[in-house]
T-cell receptor, first 111, second 113 residues
Framework: LAKTTQPISMDSYEGQEVNITCSHNNIATNDYITWYQQFPSQGPRFIIQGYKTKVTNEVASLFIPADRKSSTLSLPRVSLSDTAVYYCLVGDGSNDYKLSFGAGTTVTVRA | DTEVTQTPKHLVMGMTNKKSLKCEQHMGHRAMYWYKQKAKKPPELMFVYSYEKLSINESVPSRFSPECPNSSLLNLHLHALQPEDSALYLC????????????FGPGTRLTVL
C-alpha cells in the first residue's frame, strides 16, 4: 500500500515561500499525487494534483521528480490565512475509490 | 453549486441513543464518502458509496450504519456508540474515483457521553 511521509510542522513568515516535501516511495504507476488543505473545524479542501513534472495553479505549485517517489508542494508568498494543515495523498491499494490521508504538515505563518 | 452540506453541525448523544447524520450534494457526483477525524489526526476513511452502492467498508463497527437513499443523499445511522466514537464526521463527494477532487462538507462534531 502506498504511504506518505511529511514533516509534522513548518513555521514561516508572511511573504515567504513555503515548500513541503512528501515521500511516497511505493507509489503505484497509475497513482496521482494530491494535496489538500484543512483549517480547524472545517473539511479538507483540494489544492492541487499532479502525476509528474510540474503543475501550477492560482494557489500553489507541485513539483514531482521523474522517479515520483516524492513531491513538493510550494506555496508562494504565504499570508496568515495560509496557516493550516496540509495533507499529501496518493492512492491506497487497488481500489479506485480509496485514498489515504498522511499525517499532515501543520504550517504556521507568523506576521 | 459546489457545496456539500452536513446536518447537524453538532450532536451530543448518550450511549443508548439512536441518531443519524445527514449529507447532501447537488453536484451530480457519483461517489460519496464518510470519514472520521479525531483531534489532531488525519481523516480516516469509513465508507464509500459509488453509484449508490456500498463500495468500501473499512471494517467499521456495526454501530455505524451507512445509507445512500439516492445519488444526492448520504446518511450515517448511529446506535449504541461509545465515548471513543466522539469525533468530527466528514462527508465528501467526487465525480468519479479517487483521483477526482473530493469536495468535503464542514463536518458534524459528535460527542458521545
Amino acid at each position: 500500500l502506498a504511504k506518505t511521509t511529511q514533516p509534522i510542522s513548518m513555521d514561516s513568515y508572511e511573504g515567504q515561500e513555503v515548500n513541503i516535501t512528501c515521500s511516497h516511495n511505493n507509489i503505484a504507476t497509475n497513482d496521482y499525487i494530491t494535496w489538500y488543505q484543512q483549517f480547524p473545524s472545517q473539511g479538507p479542501r483540494f489544492i492541487i494534483q499532479g502525476y509528474k513534472t510540474k503543475v501550477t495553479n492560482e494557489v500553489a505549485s507541485l513539483f514531482i521528480p521523474a522517479d515520483r517517489k516524492s513531491s513538493t508542494l510550494s506555496l508562494p508568498r504565504v499570508s496568515l490565512s495560509d496557516t493550516a494543515v496540509y495533507y499529501c495523498l496518493v492512492g491506497d491499494g487497488s481500489n479506485d475509490y480509496k485514498l489515504s490521508f498522511g499525517a499532515g504538515t501543520t504550517v504556521t505563518v507568523r506576521a | 453549486d459546489t457545496e456539500v452540506t452536513q446536518t447537524p453541525k453538532h450532536l451530543v448523544m448518550g450511549m443508548t441513543n439512536k441518531k443519524s447524520l445527514k449529507c447532501e450534494q447537488h453536484m451530480g457526483h457519483r461517489a460519496m464518502y464518510w470519514y472520521k477525524q479525531k483531534a489532531k489526526k488525519p481523516p480516516e476513511l469509513m465508507f464509500v458509496y459509488s453509484y449508490e452502492k456500498l463500495s468500501i467498508n473499512e471494517s467499521v463497527p456495526s454501530r455505524f450504519s451507512p445509507e445512500c437513499p439516492n445519488s444526492s443523499l448520504l446518511n450515517l445511522h448511529l446506535h449504541a456508540l461509545q465515548p471513543e466514537d466522539s469525533a468530527l464526521y466528514l462527508c465528501a463527494s467526487s465525480q468519479g474515483p479517487r483521483d477526482d477532487e473530493q469536495f468535503f462538507g464542514p463536518g458534524t462534531r459528535l460527542t458521545v457521553l
